[in-house]
């Protein structure tokens, strides 16, 4: 969920009835056909986008107006991916995040609570650099051989005709026959020599290569450590830093995020884990997976390679739907805006595509090569924001709400009790917003479970719990500043002001629009018991 936007409509000038992106006619219909049948072309969208954006950080990202900017058009959470530049380099990185997130809040008038996440390199194997008499890259044509080599000498030296991967126990792992998958799967090989440390291999599919590109193969697992020494200083690195997300590569298992959680350890124990999903083994543990991750990213770029891409549609509705069931945000990834690493307007198809994830129920999306080394990142990023708000309008609420509630078990929690029906409530009054009085942020994920139609302010004095609830669609998080008031009741008053304030000045709310206030009626975490419908005011004091 997103900050408001120089790009986003104001509520002043709509009806009660009329508010932008409602679009209750669909919203309300009882069945498929009517709900798609009652969807109005020409309405226009809502003020507030819903899903994140997590963007990644690279060459095209790197100085702070660009950041700035970006995080102004609608980023959420940025992307450090350990397995580019070194790292000192990404160190720098995250610290020109900080500095663009504090410009940002001085602008904004708020703190931003910008959320950042490391991915670890991991298991991923990668091809060495192209010898410099070559240029930037080579071009390996189809039909014709080339070796693959684990001989360190040649990491330096690749070519067309011999090309270094830096995993030494390649060719013990693999037979004639394989597959082997170059840059994204751009460049295809077979393998059809092994010797000791090399590979001599058909170019199946050729294309340009440059250094240090992904190296897959498809339906092989390779007995690789899961935590190489890389990941362990750069997991001390991002302690040191504050990190706020961690992203394992290539979880197939819940032993991998265990085994991570025990590296953490105390110190690390408040860092959310995105298990990276990219494999078969992934899908097939995916149930036992969410029971221990924080969060989940689907790689559909390695994942297709794995299950083949006509697979990929099946995979992701359903691994969406099990997270979405089990309350933990999924982000999709690979392929969103690919055209506009070098276009400023994407293809239709990857508009309806990401339509299509935000349908499925995912709650924010991964910008990969498009930020990272895209020529327009900021443009990129508006466009992604635009399509999800778009898209928002077309999910039918009412059916998601219900499917939720029947498959919940009974008897339920006091705090699910709550937050259904908060919803519920601000279906029904057509609220402009639900502000939720939270600490840990678990009352605002709950509410967030039942996707409601309006954004969920969730007001918090902890950093850290403002960043990663960037994850949750719907939420926008607000970190409240002042020092506690010596009566906890007055205390969740103020709170709730302020929530309610920062809607109507940044105008999805007005004076008198009814607002839903979920809280708890004393102080700690797991109180949250109280829901309340009251109408939006300006005045220092409206709850007095």
């Known amino acids: 969920m997103t900050w408001p936007t120089i790009f986003d409509a104001k509520v002043d000038g709509y009806s009660a009835m009329d508010l932008p992106g409602q679009q209750i006619a669909a919203a309300h219909a009882n069945s498929p056909m009517a709900h798609l049948l009652n969807l109005d072309i020409d309405a226009d969208p809502a003020c507030q986008r819903l899903s994140g954006i997590m963007a990644s950080m690279g060459p095209s990202t790197f100085d702070i107006g660009i950041m700035e ?181 290539n979880v197939t298992c819940a032993a991998d995020i265990t085994e991570l959680r025990t590296v953490l350890s105390d110190k690390g124990k408040r860092v959310a884990i995105m298990a990276n999903i990219q494999t078969i083994q992934g899908c097939h543990n995916f149930e036992e997976i969410l029971k221990e991750a924080d969060a989940i990213l689907i790689n559909r770029q390695e994942l297709g390679s794995d299950i083949t891409p006509k697979k990929l549609v099946r995979a992701q509705k359903k691994m969406i739907v099990q997270a979405n069931k089990a309350n933990i945000p999924i982000c999709i990834s690979a392929h969103l805006l690919n055209s506009m690493i070098y276009n400023k307007v994407p293809l239709r198809a990857e508009v309806l595509d990401i339509a299509n994830c935000i349908l499925d129920g995912a709650d924010f999306l991964l910008l990969g090569p498009e930020t990272a080394v895209g020529k327009f990142p900021v443009e990129t990023i508006t466009y992604l924001s635009n399509a999800c708000k778009e898209a928002e309008t077309c999910v039918w609420s009412k059916r998601v709400f219900t499917d939720l509630i029947d498959m919940m078990p009974l008897p339920c929690d006091q705090q699910t009790c709550t937050a259904t029906a908060g919803v519920l409530a601000a279906q029904r009054c057509m609220a402009a917003a639900i502000v939720v009085i939270t600490t840990t942020g678990n009352s605002a994920h709950i509410v967030a479970k039942f996707r409601p139609r309006c954004p969920i302010i969730a007001v918090t004095r902890y950093v850290q719990v403002a960043r990663q609830m960037h994850m949750w669609r719907g939420i926008i998080p607000i970190i409240y500043e002042d020092d506690p008031d010596i009566t906890w009741m007055r205390d969740v008053e103020k709170r709730a002001n302020c929530g309610v304030r920062w809607a109507i000045e940044k105008g999805f709310a007005r004076d008198d629009d009814p607002i839903v206030i979920i809280s708890g009626w004393k102080n700690g975490s797991g109180t949250t018991n109280t829901m309340r419908v009251i109408y939006a005011s300006l005045d220092p004091d409206p709850f007095a």
């Open 69 to 249: 900017k970006m995080m102004a058009v609608g980023m959420n959470l940025a992307y450090v991916n350990m397995s580019f530049g070194t790292r000192e380099e990404n160190r720098e990185i995250i610290k020109m995040l900080r500095e663009a997130a504090k410009s940002f809040s001085i602008t904004m008038g708020k703190t931003y609570p910008l959320a950042i996440a490391m991915r670890l390199s991991g298991r991923k194997m990668r091809t060495g650099r192209i010898i410099e008499s070559l240029g930037d890259s080579v071009t390996l044509e189809e039909g014709y051989a080339v070796k693959l080599t684990t001989d360190e000498t040649y990491h330096d030296r690749c070519s067309n005709s011999t090309i270094y991967v830096d995993y030494m126990y390649l060719a013990e792992q693999l037979h004639t026959g394989d597959t082997i998958l170059l840059d994204n799967e751009t460049i295809v090989l077979k393998v059809e020599m092994i010797s000791a440390t090399t590979l001599t291999c058909k170019i199946e599919r050729g294309g340009i290569l440059g250094s240090y590109k992904d190296v897959f193969v498809p339906n092989v697992v390779f007995a690789m450590q899961n935590l190489p020494e890389k990941d362990i200083l750069d997991i001390e690195m991002a302690l040191q830093e504050q990190i706020d997300i961690i992203i394992p590569s």
